[in-house]
């Protein structure tokens, strides 16, 4: 069985309505994390995880806080909370560990997604918060292997309001919901109008802010391919991919192909 996806005009339904039908098409290259994500598996882990989080205790409107390095597993971490009907609270990976509890605390994360090198700082910040769990992606000592949610018994997901449940949560307060986020898509769609044959081209990294999930959403709502790297990675991994979208240091796409 696999847990159905969230109502409709969510963030989950319109990025990933379509994944099934696209198969294992390539939907995200994280040139940093080393790792290809099929459309199909991509949707599968989300939402089987998201499950796994509910059948575990978590909540409605529960913020999580995501503390990762890479494209991929930010997209995995949030779009499983998402769906979980959670509050994702994006965090700079670069951040020590007080200044990481210091947002947990401000926010009133009850979890912690992270991954093994960040593990040791994701710990020592969760013993200065609220966080009740430290989920990791990947094994790491005194935290709860992320695959672990992938193997609970499924249950179902919860219906949300999109425009009304909260999406996203940031440093000082301020939130978006799921139907802010979509209109952040929309807004970033707008230089470049994405199809399915793009490929774009991102360097920007993960932190604390909306463009980065707004942008892999809209790549995947359109059925294109998201090629994620570092800056120091170019150039010449993302022509090599055929690449005709890039992403600007303003927080706007251009079309390049």
């Known amino acids: 069985m696999t847990p159905s996806a969230s109502s409709s005009g ?3 339904h319109e990025v990933f309505r379509r994944a099934y039908e696209r198969g294992e098409r390539p939907a995200l290259i994280d040139l940093r994390g080393g790792h290809v994500y099929g459309y199909r598996s991509l949707v599968t882990q989300v939402t089987r995880a ?3 989080l509910v059948r575990r205790g978590a909540r409605r409107d529960q913020v999580v806080g995501v503390h990762v390095p890479t494209t991929g597993t930010q997209t995995v971490a949030l779009y499983t ?3 979980a009907g959670g509050v994702a609270a994006p965090i700079d990976p670069g951040l020590g560990a007080d200044e990481v509890a210091g947002l947990l605390r401000e926010c009133d994360a009850r979890t912690l997604i992270t991954t093994p090198d960040l ?3 994701a710990l020592a910040a969760a013993e200065g918060s609220r966080v009740r769990q430290v989920v990791c992606l990947g094994p790491a000592l005194d935290t709860f292997d992320f695959r672990g949610l992938l193997v609970l018994e499924p249950i179902a997901l919860p219906a949300l309001d999109a425009e009304r449940q909260d ?4 440093p000082g307060g301020a939130r978006l919901t799921h139907a802010d986020l979509l209109a952040r898509m929309d807004e970033l769609d707008v230089p470049v109008g994405l199809k399915e044959s793009d490929v774009v081209l991102s360097t920007w990294p993960p932190g604390d802010g909306a463009d980065l999930p707004a942008l892999v959403g809209l790549a995947l709502s359109k059925g294109a391919l998201i090629v994620a790297a570092g800056r120091g990675d170019l150039p010449g991994h993302g022509y090599d991919a055929g690449v005709t979208v890039l992403t600007g240091p303003d927080g706007t796409l251009e079309r390049v192909g």
């Not at 999406?167 to 940031?170: E, R």
């Open 81 to 83: 909370v998402l769906a």
């Open 167 to 170: 999406a996203l949560t940031f």
């Open 10 to 12: 969510t963030v989950i």
């Open 119 to 121: 593990a040791g700082t």
């Open 50 to 52: 998201a499950s796994g």
